[in-house]
């Protein structure tokens, strides 16, 4: 089996997460010049981000918060149907119980794979006051997957084994130490998923993900790919 589609699966726009710093068009640019086929775009969706950095920034623009959360991924799309890269919907989603813009632990971050813009718009606000087994609920109904981000990050409690999918492996973020090590032991010892991704914010941070044996019609698809396991991580940067 050879496996050439290279699939970031974890990136940030400057207008979407606030801690990001490229647009989309610089975005698209980079990862055509980088050689990847396929992006998937989460963007931070918490409500500190939603309510405040995304809607000072999309004042003229604003028909709601979760239509302006969406505008960079559409134009990320639009960008980088240009060179040729497919894009494809995510999110990394801190809920309420979780955020870190509160004062106490428990910290985490789960990337959602599978699910639709539709569906972000349908739910994305009510993703935000689910707590971890309504999450994992919901994405087992819709045919979605449940991934903690960097579980092993400096102030990033394990979230409840029971109710994820899978974990980031691979989190090749150059500003942090995701001790992917542990990470990969913990999907070991619980038969969890493992994923990578560049946790890419801004240029020079693209070189993770994942290499799939073929293109993903649509984000179902990719979720199916992720279950079957028929993919390899990328575990250094390229």
Known sequence: MQYNYKLEMHLHT???????KERPRDIAGIY????????VCTNHLNRHDLYGYVAS??????????????????????????????????????????TYYKPEHPYAEFLIYGATED?????GEEWLDYDQKTLYEWCEAEGALLVQAHPYREICDVADVRFLHGAEIANL????????????????????????GSDFHFRGGEGGG?????????????????????F????TRT
Not at 14 to 20: D, I, M, V, Y
Not at 85 to 95: C, S, T, Y
């Open 119 to 123: 569906d972000a718009l349908r739910f």
């Open 57 to 98: 920034l999309r004042k003229r623009l604003f028909r709601g918060a979760m239509e302006c959360w969406l505008t960079d991924f559409r134009e990320l799309k639009e960008e980088c149907r240009k060179v040729g890269i497919d894009v494809f919907f995510g999110a990394e989603l801190a809920p309420d119980l979780f």
């Open 173 to 196: 973020h150059p500003g942090h130490d995701s001790h992917n090590d542990l990470a990969r032991k913990l999907c070991e010892e619980n038969g969890l998923i493992g994923t990578g």
């Open 32 to 39: 055509a010049r980088a050689g990847y086929d396929g992006i």
């Open 210 to 230: 994942v290499l799939f044996p073929r293109a993903p019609r649509d984000e179902k698809e990719l979720a199916e790919i992720l279950v079957s396991r028929d």
């Open 14 to 20: 400057f207008r979407n997460s606030a801690c990001a």
């Open 232 to 235: 390899e991580v990328i575990g």
